[in-house]
């Protein structure tokens, strides 16, 4: 069965420090996997995706996101944070076989602090 | 290019009402899917539709949903009669393609209560 999980239900970073929102997976075969933003009142936005190749994968808004097979992981990065990314973080699965549908994690409230 | 309309942005009706959403997506994308967001957790997905034909409607509960996209264009997600487990934000997102690589792109959603 499908699954995605998000440790952390709240990530406090202070403004320009790197920042790490993480994310473990379960999957049958090989993973699609995706991150959106959800800033509020607003629909969620797409920032990056994994289907194959590189494991570091680079998005929208210097976001990136490293795939890790052995770790089942693929945890969202950023070098320096801005007070604007605070918002709340979404992580997602397909897999290769098996259901179709893609599945989200319950979400990662980013909070960065001047 | 403009991006997924949905209408009402806000709903408010009592348990056992009718309500229906109506979802516009970007133009030319052929998929288009209904996911519910219950607070404090991930979207779920309800219902696909690859044209007008349902791929997947495994988790809707079909006894008081129901959804349709006639035209292949624009789509109505109906509930009747609501229950109070109803409240929730209805997203309608979609694709290019129903592909497992292709990213979704959302509306901003309907937030439903019931009360």
């Known amino acids: 069965a499908q699954s995605v999980a998000q440790p952390e239900d709240q990530v406090n970073v202070a403004e320009g420090n790197p920042l790490t929102v993480k994310c473990t997976y379960s999957v049958s075969g090989n993973p699609y996997l995706f991150w959106y933003v959800q800033y509020p009142n607003r629909g969620l936005q797409f920032l990056l995706k994994y289907i194959t190749g590189d494991n570091l994968v680079k998005g929208s808004y210097g976001f990136e996101a490293e795939f890790n097979k052995s770790q089942t992981s693929f945890h969202l990065k950023k070098p320096s944070a801005l007070v604007s990314d605070s918002a709340l973080y979404f992580c997602?699965?397909?897999?290769?076989?098996?259901?179709?549908?893609?599945?989200f994690g319950t979400g990662t409230r980013l909070t960065v602090i001047p | 290019e403009a991006g997924v309309a949905q209408s009402p942005r806000y709903k408010i009706i009592e348990k056992r009402q009718s309500v229906a959403f109506w979802c516009n997506p970007i133009?030319?994308?052929?998929?288009l899917y209904w996911y519910q967001q219950i607070l404090g957790q991930g979207p779920k997905l309800l219902i696909q539709?690859?044209?007008?034909?349902?791929?997947?409607d495994s988790q809707l509960p079909k006894d008081r949903f129901s959804a349709e996209r006639l035209k292949g264009v624009d789509s109505t997600l109906k509930i009747q009669p609501a229950k109070l487990e109803d409240s929730a934000v209805y997203l309608c997102?979609?694709?290019?393609?129903?592909?497992?690589?292709?990213?979704?792109?959302f509306g901003p959603g309907t937030r439903l209560t019931v009360l």
């Open positions: 133009s030319g994308h052929a998929t």
């Open positions: 997602a699965v397909r897999g290769e076989t098996g259901a179709n549908n893609l599945f």
């Open positions: 539709f690859q044209n007008n034909g349902v791929v997947d």
């Open positions: 997102a979609s694709s290019s393609e129903g592909g497992l690589s292709n990213e979704q792109f």
